[in-house]
Nanobody, 124 residues
Framework: QVQLVESGGGLVQAGGSLRLSCAASGRTFSSYTMAWFRQAPGKEREFVAAITWNNGRTYYADSVKGRFTISRDSAKNTVYLQMNSLKPEDTAVYYC?????????????????WGQGTQVTVSS
């Protein structure tokens, strides 16, 4: 059974940094695309970043490009989201997601597996 477990959320001041982790288990993810989404109160879940596991190609939403970095550690079966220069508008629950195949999906509907989410709060 596939499990995605996020960690690393918390409260940080604007301009600060956080690193989120997503520990994946239950299958081999070499042919998967892993992604981070976020959902703020009253808003739809939105794409943040994605990475194809086999070649490490990355994709970002325009709102986080240049500030966030997605990466993976194959030995640990873990995906990371390094978030720098955080803004209050980055406040949301961040979710890790996985989908079979090497193309990123920018809609949450395209993902098969989800973690439970981790709260990120950025104070001004």
């Amino acid at each position: 059974q596939v499990q995605l477990v996020e960690s690393g959320g918390g409260l940080v001041q604007a301009g600060g940094s956080l690193r989120l982790s997503c520990a994946a288990s239950g299958r081999t993810f070499s042919s998967y695309t892993m992604a981070w989404f976020r959902q703020a109160p009253g808003k739809e879940r939105e794409f943040v970043a994605a990475i194809t596991w086999n070649n490490g190609r990355t994709y970002y939403a325009d709102s986080v490009k240049g500030r966030f970095t997605i990466s993976r550690d194959s030995a640990k079966n873990t995906v990371y989201l390094q978030m720098n220069s955080l803004k209050p508008e980055d406040t949301a629950v961040y979710y890790c997601a996985a989908r079979a195949g090497g193309r990123p999906g920018y809609s949450s509907l395209g993902y098969d597996y989800w973690g439970q989410g981790t709260q990120v709060t950025v104070s001004s």
